[in-house]
């Protein structure tokens, strides 16, 4: 009997190491195959996720549009440096400078990243002579601000880190710079097309 019950205790013994052992495991695997974002995507996402606005376009129960826009604020562009400047590994000389070409760009006026979704992809590009879709910012002024520069990024540049910076940048979506006069606020950013239109607010710190 006695064996019996130091036999049993040998074995509770041996079965609880086991599940310190397999705790431990199990919690390395977590670590190492943790599906959350790192601290660095976190920060950055935080900073910016104030100043992301939806707008969408029905009819029925059918998407015509969805845009995601991010004005590019200089705290929205200082968050960019940073995070850019970590993906990068770069020094305080290289932050710095990257910080002063985001103070710079944020000077001439303001730049709005627009990622818009449209069924009809060829209906979806706002860089086109004649574009299905126009925007415009309508101002706390009264001022009607049309866009005075459109840049398209191009699918074969949606790097690593482009997808950081515009997380949301979706994958059936198309990726616009688009530049406009500096408004007063409160400002709001107009999509307007045949299908119909969204007004979506845009944060200006």
Known sequence: MRRARVTARLCGLALLLALV??????????????????????AYQRAVEPYLALGVVYNGPATELKARVLPLTPAVRRAMALRKAQAQALDQAGSQRLL????????????????????????SDLSAAKPDWRLVILDGAGQRLEPVDIRPVREKD?????????YFW????????????TPQAPA??????????????????
């Open 21 to 42: 052992a397999g705790c431990q495991g199990l919690a390395q695997l977590k670590e190492e195959f943790d599906p959350r974002l790192s601290p660095a995507d976190q």
């Open 170 to 181: 979706g994958p059936w979506d198309r990726l616009f710079l688009v530049r406009f006069a």
């Open 100 to 123: 002063q070409e985001a103070q710079a760009d944020a000077a001439r006026g303001l730049e709005v990243v627009v990622s818009l979704y449209v069924p009809e992809r060829h209906w």
């Open 188 to 205: 709001r950013l107009l999509v307007a097309g045949a299908p119909g239109q969204a007004e979506m607010p845009l944060k200006l710190d």
């Open 158 to 166: 949606r790097s690593a880190l482009n997808q950081t910076l515009y």
